[in-house]
C-alpha cells in the first residue's frame, strides 16, 4: 500500500479491515495540487478498494504532495510527477483528470488507448455536441474539435449517477458534471421526467461557497475580498447554463430553456439552488411531490435525502458527505414549486460524485468509500 | 449636548462646525439595546440636528446605554429609561420606536398625543389595510385591531422615501418598511410603474445577513450554527410577501402576487435581493432599463446608485453606508429582466431609512447625517 | 444495530465490515442534545464495536435526536429520555455524560453502582483534589464535598491518553480534559517531564472557536456579535488554569503556575495554543527538541503530530480529526521556546479524546473509530 | 473639488460646512490600488482640509481608480497615473506613499527635494538605524543604503502620535509604524516609560485580520485556506519585531528584546495585542494601572481608550475607527501584568494613522477626519 508511510501504517493499520493492497485498484490522479485533487485524495485514501499509484499536475510537478498539504503528508507521500501519459498508464487502471477546462480532451483519448479508464472533473466531457461546448467555452476556437475530438466525446457519458447509473457502469470516459448542474438537476429532475412543470418557467437561483473558485490565486478570491460580502455573477451567461439545459432538454424529451444566477457565499463549501418552476397541475399539493421524489431516488441512491414537509436544506447538514439534501414547497398562492437542494460542491459537486461513478464502474455498492456523516457544527 | 461626556467633547469639540446644541432636534430612542437602536444611537450621534435626548427600552431599562455598547460609551452615556410616555414626550420632539412588532400600535397613538412625531421601525404601520397585518402578524387576534388602531394606521406613511418622498414630508407617523422590502421594491419599482413587467412573473429570491434576526440569544442565530452554512427560510410564508405586494400593487395600478423566498447568508451585514420578471417587450436592451432607472432615482435619490452595464452588486461596496446599489441585466434568451439589489440591512434596511425620513420631515437635505462612503474591504 | 434506520442499512450495510451488532458494547449518551453530545453521536455511529443504544437528556427530553440535528436523522432515530439511573444502566455498559459541570459528580457514582463505565465530560472528575475544584467552580457552596464525593473522585483517572493511558484502561470512571487544556499540556509536557524548562515562564495564549461555547442561546455567541471580532476573556481567571498547573505540577513533580489567557475567533472549531517558556539550556537547537518530542508520543500515541522544523500547526489541518498538531520553535535571542498546537476542541478537546479513552478502557486500538483524514479546505 | 464628480456634489453639497476647495490642500496618494491606498482615499474625502490631487500607481497605472473600486467611484473619479516624480510634485503638497517595502527610500527624497511633504506607509522610514533595517530586510543587499539613503533616513521621524506628536510636527518625512507595532507600542508604552516590568519579559502574542496582507493574489491569503483556520506565522523572526524594539529600546532608555509571534485570525479587520510581562513591584494593583494608562494618554490622546477594569478589548469595538481600545489586569498568581490592545489594523494600524501624522504636521486638532463612532455589529 505505497500510499501510506510507514509510520502510519503502524498507527493505523487496524483500522482496515479491508482488502488486501493487492486486490485494490491503482488509481492516479492528475492534477493533485488543485481543491479537487486534495479531495479525491483525501477520499481514495479511505476507500477499501483502491490504492492511490500515481499523482501529476502541471504547475506542481517535482514537489510532493506533503509539501502542498502537510496535512496529509502523514498517509500520503507520493511526489507530484510531470504528466506522462505513458508513465501513468503504466501505474493505474483508472485515471482521474482534475484540470483546467480544454486539456482533458486531447488527455483522456491517450490513457483510453492505452487501456486506462479516464473519470475527468472538468467540462471537456459534460457537452452531448461539442457545438454547445464550443460555443460556450472556447468561441473563437475555429479548429476545435476535431474529428478525433467529437468521436472520443461520443463515447463519453455524463457522470450524475441517479439520472444515469448504466450508461455510467459501461463507460471509459465519464464526463463529471459541474457542482451548479448537479445540485440543480437533482433539485428539478423527477418534475421534468414526470412533465409537472412548465418547463419555460424553471429558474434557478443558486449560490456557492468560495472554495468553487479552486486554489487559483486570484484577487476575487480574497479573504478580505470574499468575507462578509455575497454577490451575484455570470448573470444570464455562466457556462452552467448550457449543461443544465442540456439534461433538462433530455428529461423533458423537449427543449428547456433556463434561467440560472450563481452567486458567491462567503464560505468555504456548499451549494444551495433554489428553484423555482409554474406547476401544470394547480391542484398538486406537497405530500404528492414527495412521494414522486422518495420514489424517483430512494430505493436506488443513497446519496439523495428527500428532506420532511417543512423542512428545508442547509449547506451544514451535508458538509463534508457526498449527499444531496433536497426541500420541497408548494405555494398554493402563486401554482408554484420551490425546491432547494444542498450539496457540498466538492464533494457531491465534484470529487466525491466522480467516486460514486468509480464504484458504478466497477460494480462496487454506491456508497463505499464515501463520506455519509457530517460534523456538526 | 448631553449626548456626549465631558472628556469625548474635549477630544472630539473640533470635529463639529454643526449648529449649536439649542437649535437641535430632540430625539428619543425606545428600545434602544437592539441592533436597531444601536444603528440609530451611531447614527444620530453624528447627525448636525440633533441630538439624542432619551433612551428607553423594556428588558434593558435601568442600565447605561454604555454596559450594552462599551465601544459608544465615550460618546453617549445615558441610561435606558422604563418606557414612559409622559416622560418621552416631554424630552423629545421625535421619537425612534425600535420594538418588537405589536406594540408600536399601542404606543404611538399615546406619543402622538402629546405632540411628538414617530418613526417606528417595527411592521405595525407598514400596512394600508390592517387586515392584511393581522392575517400574517396576529392571525388569531379576533380582538386587535380597534377602531382607534385603525384610525392611527390610516394616518400613517409607508416611509420608503424613493416612492413616497411627499407624503413622508407631511406625516407624523412612518412606518418604516422591512429590510427585505427595501432592496426588493427599489430593485423592480421602475419596472410596474412603467408597467414594462408581466406582474405574475416576480420572483424574489433574497439573502440576508445574520445581523437581520436582531440581538436575540436563540440557537438558530449562534455563530456555530450560521457560520459556514446557507439556507432557506420562509418559503412561501415570510411576512414580508405581503408589504411587497401591496406596494407592487401600488405600483402597478393592479394586483400583484410575487414570490418571495429569503435565504441566510454566514455574514453581519447585508442583503441582496434577484429579482426576476418577464419582460412585455422582448425588444427592450438593457441600455433602456439604464436610462429608465437613472430617471426614476436619480435626480432627487442620492441614495440609489444605478450600476454601470455589466456590473453588478456586492453588498460590500454598500456596508455601513446609506446605499442601495442597482444591477441589471436582460438575458434574451429568455425575455427575462434580472435586477439586484445591495444594501446594508441595518442601514438603507433600518436605521439609516429611518433618518432618512427623519430628514424629509424635517425638510433638511435627505443625506445628512447618513454615510456615504464604507469601509473596504 | 438500532442505531440505524432501516432505510440507512439498505443503502449503507456494505460499508460495514464490522463486528455483528451482538458483538457490540452497548454505550448511552447523556446530554446528547449540545455539540458533546452530536460529536459523540456522529463518532459512535462510525465506531466498528459500539453501538449507541440509550440517549438522555434535560431540557430535550422527550424529543427525538433527529428533530434536533435532522442531517443525523437517516441514522439515528432514537428518543432523547429524560435522565433515569436504573433505565441507562439496564440498556448500556458505558455511559458518556455531555452535562454541564456539577450534575456527574452526583450522576456516575449511581451508574458505576449498576456497573456501568463512565466517561465523563464536564470538569467534575478532572481533580485530584476536590478543593481545588470547589474553590475555582463552586466557592461559595460550603456543603460540597460531602466524602461520597470525595471518595467517588478518588476513583477517577485524569482522560489524557497520552499522558495517562494505563491508568485509563483500568479506570472505571475517566473525567474527560478541557479542550484548552488539551492542546496546552501535550504542547509541554515533554518539557516539564524533561526538566528542560524554568516552570514559572510558562505563558501559555490560548485560541479557540466559538462551538466551544456550546449550544446554549447566550447573546455573546450570537453570530454578529462573534464574526469579524476577536477578544480575550477570562483574563488571569478562567477555570481550565487549575486543571492544567495540576498536570504540570504532576509532570514536573514541582509545583506549577501558569498564566493562562483564552481568545475567541470568529470560527466554529479549533483550538489553537501558544506556549512561551524559558529554556534552562540556552544552548538547545530545534532538532533536540524535535527528537524529544518525537520520542516522547510518535511509538504509542497515533494521535499526535510532531510537525517537521519551521513549519507550524494551523487549525485547519486537524480540524475534523482527533489528531493534535505540534509546531517548535527556539528563539536563541530571548532563549524562550515556543510550542504551537492545534487541535479540533469538539473531537481531541472533548468528544473524540472520551472515545479515545474507550478505545483503551476496552483494548482497542487507540485510533479506531476516529477521524484521522481532514477535509481541506 | 476635483475628487468629486458633478453628480455627487449635486446629492452631498450640503453635508461639507466645511472649507472651500481653494483653502484645501492638495494631497497625493502613490500606490492607491492596495488596501491602504483604498483606505486613505476614504479618509481623505471625507477630511475637511484636504483635496485628493493625484493617484499614482505601478501595476494599476492606466487605470481608473472607480475601476478598481467601484463603491467609491461616485466620490473619485481620478485616473491611477504612472509614478513620475514631477506630475506628482505639481499637483500635490503632500504625498503618501502606499507601496512595497523598498522604493519610498529612494521617491521620498525625490519628492522632498522638489518641496513636498512625504508619509510614508512601508517600513523604509522606521528605522533608526539603517543597518537594521538591512538585516532584517535586505540581508544580501551590500549595495545599501547610500550615504544619501543614510542622510535622508536621519531626517525621517517615527510616526506614531501619542509617542512622538512634537517629532512629527515638526517632520517632513515620517515613516508610519507597522501595524502590529501600533498596537502593541501603545499598550507596553506606559509600562516602560515608568520602568514598572521587567523589560527581558515581554511576550507579545498579536494576531491580526487578513486584510494585513494586502490585495496581493497569493494562495494564502485566498478566503477558502484563511476561513475557518487560525495559525502562526513568522515565529521567532517577524520583521516587526526589530521596530517593536526600537522603540521599546527608546521608551526603556536600556536595550529591549522581545518575544513576538503573530498569528492570523478569519476576519478582515483588526489586530488584537495580547502583551505580558513581569512587574517589578508586586504590590502594583490594577487600579494604579489605569491611573497610570490614563494619565499617559488622555489628555493629548484622543485616539487611545482605557477600558474600565475587568472589561477586555474587542476588534469589532474598533473596526472601522481610528481608536486604539487597551485593557489591562494584573495576575497577583504570577505577579504578570497583562495588557490587551485592539485597533483596526487598516486604520490605526495604517491609513488612520497616517492622516493622524498628517493632521499633526500641520496643526489641524489631531482628531480630524477620522472615524470615531465604529458600526456595530
Do not use: D, E, L, Q
Given at each position: 500500500m505505497r500510499a501510506l508511510s510507514r509510520g502510519a501504517i503502524a498507527c493505523f493499520q487496524l483500522m482496515s479491515d479491508s482488502p488486501a493492497a493487492t486486490d485494490r485498484i491503482a488509481v492516479g490522479i492528475v492534477g493533485a495540487s488543485g481543491y479537487g485533487g486534495v479531495q479525491l485524495v483525501r477520499l481514495l485514501l479511505d476507500h477499501p478498494h483502491v490504492t492511490i499509484a500515481h499523482l501529476a499536475g502541471h504547475s506542481?510537478?517535482?514537489?510532493?504532495?506533503s509539501e502542498l498539504y502537510p496535512h496529509l503528508g502523514a498517509f500520503l507521500d507520493l511526489p507530484i510527477q510531470a504528466i506522462d501519459v505513458e508513465a501513468i498508464a503504466r501505474d493505474c487502471q483508472v485515471v482521474f483528470l482534475a484540470l483546467p477546462n480544454g486539456i482533458a480532451c486531447t488527455l483522456a483519448p491517450e490513457l483510453q488507448a492505452r487501456g486506462c479508464r479516464v473519470l475527468d472533473l472538468s467540462a471537456d466531457y459534460r457537452f452531448r455536441t461539442l457545438d454547445t461546448y464550443r460555443e460556450w467555452y472556447r468561441p473563437d476556437d475555429d479548429a476545435w474539435p476535431t474529428d478525433a475530438h467529437r468521436a472520443a466525446n461520443d463515447r463519453a457519458?455524463?457522470?450524475l449517477p441517479e439520472l444515469y447509473r448504466e450508461a455510467i457502469a459501461a463507460a471509459d470516459v465519464v464526463g463529471c458534471p459541474g457542482c451548479y448542474p448537479t445540485a440543480s438537476l437533482l433539485a428539478i429532475a423527477p418534475l421534468l421526467q414526470k412533465d409537472l412543470i412548465d418547463p419555460d418557467s424553471i429558474i434557478i437561483d443558486a449560490k456557492s461557497g468560495a472554495?468553487?473558485?479552486?486554489r487559483a490565486a486570484k484577487i476575487g478570491s480574497l479573504f478580505a475580498e470574499v468575507d462578509e460580502s455575497f454577490h451575484p455573477y455570470g448573470v444570464t451567461n455562466h457556462r452552467h447554463t448550457p449543461e443544465i439545459e442540456q439534461i433538462c432538454t433530455d428529461l423533458a424529451r423537449q427543449p428547456v430553456r433556463v434561467q440560472f444566477t450563481p452567486h458567491l457565499i462567503p464560505m468555504v463549501r456548499g451549494i444551495l439552488s433554489t428553484v423555482y418552476a409554474t406547476l401544470r397541475d394547480p391542484g398538486l399539493v406537497a405530500d404528492d411531490l414527495l412521494t414522486l421524489y422518495r420514489n424517483s431516488y430512494s430505493r436506488q441512491s443513497p446519496w439523495v435525502r428527500i428532506l420532511p414537509p417543512g423542512t428545508y436544506p442547509r449547506t451544514k447538514w451535508v458538509s463534508g458527505t457526498n449527499t444531496c439534501a433536497i426541500g420541497i414547497a408548494i405555494d398554493p398562492r402563486t401554482q408554484r414549486v420551490v425546491v432547494m437542494s444542498a450539496i457540498d460542491n466538492l464533494l457531491k459537486g465534484q470529487a466525491g460524485q466522480a467516486v460514486q461513478c468509480l464504484n458504478i464502474m466497477h460494480g462496487w455498492p454506491e456508497a463505499i468509500g464515501l463520506p455519509k456523516l457530517g460534523f456538526y457544527p
Open positions: 506542481s510537478a517535482g514537489r510532493k504532495f457519458v455524463y457522470g472554495s468553487g473558485a479552486g
